[in-house]
């Protein structure tokens, strides 16, 4: 009797083995499709950017005609910066997103010349939030950081409803929420029916956009 218990006790810890192969498998899969650096071990190369990123209301950051909030912004500044870097971008898009209470996405888009120069459009509605804020956050490389800072700096000054600006070398929080975003975005639970990274213009191997 005991042996018999013991050979569906070793058969039942065989399932839950497979099981948890099975579900790691799985897992692995998901994260090779979502991190666009899945297996990146060395990021010596982050070296050569700058990141810049704040909170600003979004109605004065773009002059929105017929919005409350009115400000010293004739709500091209931002694009002007982003077009400067070679970034592509969706106007309607982001104003549309934006616009959408149940939308609660990220719009990244990346530059034609290379896919660690971005502009990130973090959209999402906060229910306590009054002021209509969103979060902007820029990649660049080190080359263009005087400027792209300088430029940024002119408009952020020119608001009057924003958070902290910070500036950070060598990659840090936009590059791991952008390549890395299983676990920095997604915090390992990934649903596609919830917030969601979206990521425009990048290449393929190829040479296809996507």
């Known amino acids: ?47 050569k950017y ?33 077009d400067s870097l070679k970034i592509e971008y969706n106007k309607e898009l982001i104003f549309n997103t934006y616009a959408d209470e149940k939308n609660q996405s990220v719009e990244v888009f990346h530059g034609s010349l290379d896919e660690q120069v971005f502009a990130f459009f973090d959209l999402q509605k906060i229910d306590t939030d009054q002021n209509g804020m969103f979060f902007f956050g820029l990649s660049c490389l080190k080359t263009d950081e005087r400027l792209v800072h300088e430029d940024l700096l002119e408009l952020y000054r020119k608001l009057d409803t924003t958070s902290t600006f910070t500036f950070k070398y060598s990659g840090g929080e936009l590059y791991n929420k952008v390549f890395r975003s299983y ?26 956009g996507i």
């Open 50 to 82: 700058a990141e810049f990123c704040f909170y600003g209301c979004f109605d004065e950051t773009f002059n929105i005609e017929g919005s409350y909030w009115q400000g010293n912004c004739d709500g091209t500044e931002l694009f002007k910066i982003i």
């Open 1 to 47: 009797m005991f042996g018999n218990k013991r050979k569906k006790e070793d058969a039942l810890a065989v399932i839950e083995e497979e099981k948890t192969l099975k579900a790691r498998a799985a897992e692995i899969e998901l994260r090779r499709k979502i991190d666009l650096h899945y297996g990146r071990h060395n990021f010596s190369s982050n070296a």
């Open 183 to 208: 676990f920095y975005f997604y915090e390992n639970v990934y649903n596609e029916n919830k917030r969601q990274l979206h990521h425009h213009n990048l290449r393929t191997q190829d040479g296809e």
